[in-house]
Nanobody, 125 residues
C-alpha cells in the first residue's frame, strides 16, 4: 500500500522559514517525478512545486518562485520543500504526491497517488 506522509509544518511568523518533508512508503518513488501542493481554507488545492525524478528539473508556482525550493533524496525516498520568506497567504495544508510533469511548464502536473494527510503550515502576520 502506497503511503505519503508529510511532516514539518507548524506555526511561524511572517518572514520565517520551514522545511517540509514527504516520506514515501509502499514502493520506491526514485523514478517518479514528485510535487508539492497546498490547500488554503475555503480554497481548492493548488500546485506549489515539482521536481523531476533525477532532481535535474524543478518547477514552481509564480506565487512561491524565489522563496521555496523543492529537493529530493532518492536514497531516503523523501522529498523536501524549503520555504523561506513565508507570508500569511502561504497558510495552508501542504501535500506531496507523485506527479507527471510531462506537460510542464505549459500545463500543471497530473498527480498520480492517493493524497496523504498533509501537514499544516500557519504563517502569522
Amino acid at each position: 500500500q502506497v503511503q505519503l506522509v508529510e511532516s514539518g509544518g507548524g506555526l511561524v511568523q511572517a518572514g520565517g522559514s520551514l522545511r517540509l518533508s514527504c516520506a514515501a512508503s509502499g514502493r520506491t518513488f526514485s523514478s517518479d517525478d514528485m510535487g508539492w501542493y497546498r490547500q488554503a481554507p475555503g480554497k481548492e488545492r493548488e500546485f506549489v512545486a515539482a521536481i523531476s525524478w533525477s532532481g535535474g528539473s524543478t518547477y514552481y508556482a509564480d506565487s512561491v518562485k524565489g522563496r521555496f525550493t523543492i529537493s529530493r533524496d532518492n536514497a531516503k525516498n523523501t522529498v523536501y520543500l524549503q520555504m523561506n520568506s513565508l507570508k500569511p497567504e502561504d497558510t495552508a495544508i501542504y501535500y506531496c504526491n507523485a506527479v507527471d510533469i510531462a506537460g510542464m511548464p505549459a500545463s500543471p502536473p497530473r498527480y498520480l497517488e492517493v493524497w496523504g494527510q498533509g501537514t499544516l503550515v500557519t504563517v502569522s502576520s
